[in-house]
């Protein structure tokens, strides 16, 4: 028995459905549910091994989704909707009694606010309930957190210092587009830069400090240091950091558009009056932008994701250096849909596969990097995201 909810119809569920199919020996049963009932539609109607069931359900409701689950019976369900319907999906799990996984920390609508300690509010209640609920299994966070794990587990003794890179030199040939949810992407990148420092966090302007990095069969990339929601719980769960950063590359074109979009107010999320009606600016930014769920078509090169560590092995340092490039054009030729839905999508399959196998399965509340990442690993190379080490390289930062 492998019965699985899958909530959200975007870019990131379209391929852990596909994914979720291709692993129908572990998943019996499985059903999609969103805001918009043909988004589900589509996504089932690509699928002929299995049958995918669907469903409307609008996830900020509690009640819906208690019945919905009434109705499916889920044993996990898996939420790939927007970080804003993380608290009332948990409710509702927590109402039914059904296991929980999703890819990003809740964010209140009106503040872009990230930080785990609303879900971490949830940990009793959970284990009480003889729940799992698995936080942040995208890339990143996600695989991040299971590297940083498998790094801490095999090759140090104590990490000291994390450097998560995460590179898309990808081109998917339009002047502005965001790879997943517009909005939810323009609120993270706007916000001020924060990172880990001897014990304290330490912020910056928006994008103010940057370097150029050399990924792997890509090169050097202006990457910039911002905040990252995992730098939260990969801090707290391996104490002996002391640096943590996070760096994403962006070319001149996106941040020239950025500066545009923000100058201009339409990245504001409050709301504003227009024609005697209240619209939120990056809501409406959101509508007229790309949906990149469409950007697949015509995207080539390669994202590259990894974890640069330095700590110590053996009472000698070392530096190490894990991470997947992985090609648009691939994940489009096997999904349907471009890189960054690739890496978010295949990592949830495998975290909700594990916890279907009994693997990754404790009551309570986790961040993936409390779970083996041995079994998670293996997946990885499997489900097609393969990883590659280096050792004693120089980590440029
Ligand atoms: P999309 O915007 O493409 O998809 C979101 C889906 O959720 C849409 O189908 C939308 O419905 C649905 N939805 C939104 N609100 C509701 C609601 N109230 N009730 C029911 N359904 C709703 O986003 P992505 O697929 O790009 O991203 C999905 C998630 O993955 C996001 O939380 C994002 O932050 C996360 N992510 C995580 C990454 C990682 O590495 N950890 C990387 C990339 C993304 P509708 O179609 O009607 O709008």
Same mark, same amino acid.
């Given at each position: 028995?492998?019965?699985?909810?899958?909530? $959200?119809?975007? &870019? *990131?569920? %379209?391929?852990?459905?596909? +994914?979720?199919?291709?692993?129908?020996?572990?998943?019996? @049963? /499985?059903?999609?549910?969103?805001?918009?009932?043909?988004?589900?539609?589509?996504?089932?109607?690509?699928?002929?091994?299995?049958?995918?069931?669907?469903?409307?359900?609008?996830?900020?409701?509690?009640?819906?989704?208690?019945?919905?689950?009434?109705?499916?019976?889920?044993?996990?369900?898996?939420?790939?909707?927007?970080?804003?319907?993380?608290?009332?999906?948990?409710?509702?799990?927590?109402?039914?009694?059904?296991?929980?996984?999703?890819?990003?920390?809740?964010?209140?609508?009106?503040?872009?606010?990230?930080?785990?300690?609303?879900?971490?509010?949830?940990?009793?209640?959970?284990?009480?309930?003889?729940?799992?609920?698995?936080?942040?299994?995208?890339?990143?966070? $996600?695989?991040? &957190? *299971?590297? %940083?794990?498998?790094?801490? +587990?095999?090759?140090?003794?104590?990490?000291?210092?994390? @450097? /998560?890179?995460?590179?898309?030199?990808?081109?998917?040939?339009?002047?502005?587009?965001?790879?997943?949810?517009?909005?939810?992407?323009?609120?993270?990148?706007?916000?001020?830069?924060?990172?880990?420092?001897?014990?304290?966090?330490?912020?910056?302007?928006?994008?103010?400090?940057?370097?150029?990095?050399?990924?792997?069969?890509?090169?050097?990339?202006?990457?910039?240091?911002?905040?990252?929601?995992?730098?939260?719980?990969?801090?707290?769960?391996?104490?002996?950091?002391?640096?943590?950063?996070?760096?994403?590359?962006?070319?001149?074109?996106?941040?020239?558009?950025?500066?545009?979009?923000?100058?201009?107010?339409?990245?504001?999320?409050?709301?504003?009056?227009?024609? $005697?009606?209240?619209? *939120?600016?990056?809501?409406?930014?959101?509508?007229?932008?790309?949906?990149?769920?469409?950007?697949?078509?015509?995207?080539?090169?390669?994202?590259?994701?990894?974890?640069?560590?330095?700590?110590?092995?053996?009472?000698?340092?070392?530096?190490?250096?894990?991470?997947?490039?992985?090609?648009?054009?691939?994940?489009?030729?096997?999904?349907?849909?471009?890189?960054?839905?690739?890496?978010?999508?295949?990592?949830?399959?495998?975290?909700?596969?594990?916890?279907?196998?009994?693997?990754?399965?404790?009551?309570?509340?986790?961040?993936?990097?409390?779970?083996?990442?041995?079994?998670?690993?293996?997946?990885?190379?499997?489900?097609?995201?393969?990883?590659?080490?280096?050792?004693?390289?120089?980590?440029?930062?």
């Amino acid at each position: 028995m492998g019965r699985v909810l899958v909530i $959200g119809a975007g &870019g *990131v569920s %379209t391929v852990a459905v596909k +994914k979720i199919a291709m692993n129908a020996d572990v998943f019996t @049963d /499985i059903m999609v549910a969103s805001r918009t009932k043909s988004k589900c539609d589509k996504i089932a109607a690509d699928i002929k091994n299995v049958k995918v069931k669907t469903a409307q359900v609008n996830a900020d409701n509690v009640d819906e989704l208690v019945a919905l689950f009434n109705d499916f019976k889920p044993e996990l369900v898996v939420n790939l909707a927007l970080p804003y319907q993380d608290l009332s999906i948990m409710d509702a799990c927590l109402a039914y009694g059904v296991s929980y996984l999703d890819t990003a920390n809740y964010e209140p609508l009106d503040e872009a606010k990230y930080e785990y300690s609303w879900q971490w509010a949830y940990k009793d209640r959970f284990e009480k309930a003889g729940l799992t609920a698995i936080l942040g299994c995208g890339f990143d966070p $996600g695989v991040t &957190g *299971v590297y %940083t794990a498998y790094a801490a +587990k095999h090759h140090f003794d104590e990490i000291q210092y994390l @450097d /998560i890179v995460d590179c898309n030199a990808g081109d998917h040939h339009k002047a502005f587009a965001t790879n997943f949810n517009p909005e939810i992407n323009i609120r993270e990148i706007t916000q001020r830069g924060k990172y880990y420092e001897d014990g304290e966090w330490k912020e910056t302007d928006p994008l103010s400090v940057h370097k150029p990095l050399n990924y792997p069969n890509v090169g050097p990339r202006e990457s910039y240091l911002m905040y990252h929601e995992e730098l939260e719980s990969l801090t707290k769960n391996f104490p002996t950091i002391k640096r943590a950063r996070f760096w994403m590359t962006f070319g001149q074109e996106y941040l020239t558009h950025l500066r545009v979009i923000q100058n201009i107010g339409m990245s504001r999320i409050d709301p504003v009056m227009y024609n $005697g009606q209240e619209i *939120v600016p990056i809501q409406f930014l959101k509508a007229v932008l790309p949906n990149p769920g469409d950007l697949g078509e015509n995207y080539t090169g390669e994202t590259s994701i990894g974890c640069r560590i330095r700590g110590i092995k053996d009472g000698k340092e070392q530096t190490y250096y894990i991470y997947n490039n992985c090609s648009h054009e691939a994940a489009y030729k096997e999904t349907g849909a471009q890189g960054v839905s690739y890496t978010t999508g295949v990592p949830a399959m495998i975290g909700a596969k594990l916890f279907m196998q009994g693997v990754w399965r404790k009551p309570g509340v986790w961040n993936v990097e409390e779970f083996n990442p041995d079994p998670f690993m293996k997946e990885l190379n499997e489900q097609g995201l393969p990883w590659h080490e280096m050792f004693n390289v120089d980590l440029e930062l």
